[in-house]
């Protein structure tokens, strides 16, 4: 088990057998962070404002990694010169080295370091950030707003049965951000039940802001990337016709099943399948997780190999692409 862990654990027993929290009269009251935490590997970037409250408890008002303001409870108890804090959006208690001078508090551990000041004042950086979303559309506004032009191009132009691929990533952010794990039953309604589960509630913010992206694209453009997906789900494979094979192998049988299927390039159905990758992935050989006689259709493969090889697939109209993401 984790030391600080463990210590947040005695912490905390020592805490329930006295009957009642351990506390430091001192730090009663609001206190902000006055040290930049970009570079202290927390979720958070912008800063704490942070109330402790004589009976143990407080209230954090931080960004949690999303640029967002986020609210959350929480219990405290110091021990000496140790500092346990426990919140609602963490499965454990944070355990600190504590020093507490005058206005100033300084929180210190392995991983993370905070500065702070007693303070009335609102953290002005954190206060003029956006609020928690209540709604789909606040959901959807929040994210595009944060969104680079090429991450909108990426995923404007993914299909629908791509989005599975921004379930642990995206996904993962927006359901810890959004506070889908710890209560925010305005948006799970929003989504469309306040018992959605955050998973669920997750994907359908992700699928409405690909509808809003896409709403703005040109028909015919649209028009182009569903003939190329629908061209390529008729190029079929058969798991013992690709299982272990290299990468190079795999394009290689991708290529000519494209060729055979359309030797006329002057026939304006048909696409192009380009690849741009290392060339140190001819050594991965490709072990599908599927049996030898399933057949599964070309983008599918293409998703597979995505997940397990970094690779990104890129819609054009009458062009595919295979785009190595680490280059």
């Known amino acids: 088990m984790n030391v600080l862990l463990k210590l947040g654990i005695a912490v905390c027993m020592l805490g329930a057998l006295s009957g009642s929290p351990i506390i430091d009269e001192k730090l009663v009251g609001k206190w902000k962070?006055?040290?930049d935490l970009s570079e202290n590997g927390f979720l958070d970037s912008v800063g704490w404002e942070i109330e402790f409250r004589s009976d143990g408890s407080l209230e954090r008002l931080s960004d949690r990694g999303m640029a967002i303001q986020n609210l959350s409870e929480?219990?405290?108890?110091?021990?000496?010169?140790?500092?346990?804090l426990e919140l609602s959006d963490f499965n454990s208690p944070l355990v600190f080295g504590y020093e507490l001078?005058?206005?100033?508090?300084?929180?210190?551990?392995?991983?993370?370091?905070?500065?702070?000041?007693?303070?009335?004042?609102?953290?002005?950086?954190?206060?003029?950030?956006?609020?928690?979303?209540?709604?789909?559309?606040?959901?959807?506004?929040?994210?595009?707003?944060?969104m680079s032009e090429e991450n909108k191009n990426y995923t404007?132009?993914?299909?629908?049965?791509?989005?599975i691929q921004f379930h642990?990533?995206?996904?993962?952010?927006?359901?810890?951000?959004?506070?889908?794990?710890?209560g925010n039953k305005e948006l799970l309604s929003s989504c469309g039940n306040r018992w959605m589960h955050p998973d669920t509630a997750s994907g359908v913010i992700i699928e409405a802001v690909w509808a809003r992206l896409r709403s703005g694209l040109d028909p015919d453009f649209l028009a182009g990337l569903?003939?190329?997906?629908?061209?390529?789900?008729?190029?079929?494979?058969?798991?013992?016709?690709?299982?272990d094979k290299t990468f190079s192998e795999l394009i290689s049988l991708f290529e000519l099943a494209v060729r055979e299927m359309y030797p006329d390039k002057n026939d304006d159905d048909y696409f192009e399948l380009v690849v741009e990758v290392e060339e140190e992935r001819d050594h991965w050989t490709a072990r599908l997780e599927m049996g030898d006689d399933e057949i599964c259709a070309l983008p599918d493969v293409l998703r597979w190999m995505s997940f397990r090889w970094r690779i990104d697939v890129e819609y054009e109209p009458r062009r595919l692409a295979i785009v190595d993401d680490t280059m």
Do not use: C, Y
């Not at 929480?74 to 346990?84: P, R």
């Not at 810890?176 to 794990?181: A, E, I, Q, S, T």
């Open 226 to 243: 569903d003939s190329v997906h629908a061209s390529s789900k008729t190029i079929t494979f058969s798991g013992k016709a690709i299982s």
């Open 168 to 182: 642990l990533g995206w996904g993962m952010g927006i359901r810890n951000g959004f506070g889908l794990w710890s």
């Open 101 to 146: 001078s005058g206005d100033s508090l300084s929180l210190k551990s392995e991983l993370f370091d905070f500065e702070f000041v007693r303070s009335e004042e609102p953290h002005v950086e954190l206060r003029r950030l956006p609020k928690m979303p209540r709604s789909l559309d606040e959901a959807v506004d929040l994210l595009i707003s944060e």
């Open 156 to 163: 404007e132009t993914r299909q629908k049965d791509d989005l």
């Open 74 to 84: 929480g219990t405290f108890m110091v021990l000496g010169n140790e500092f346990s």
């Open 33 to 35: 962070t006055v040290s």
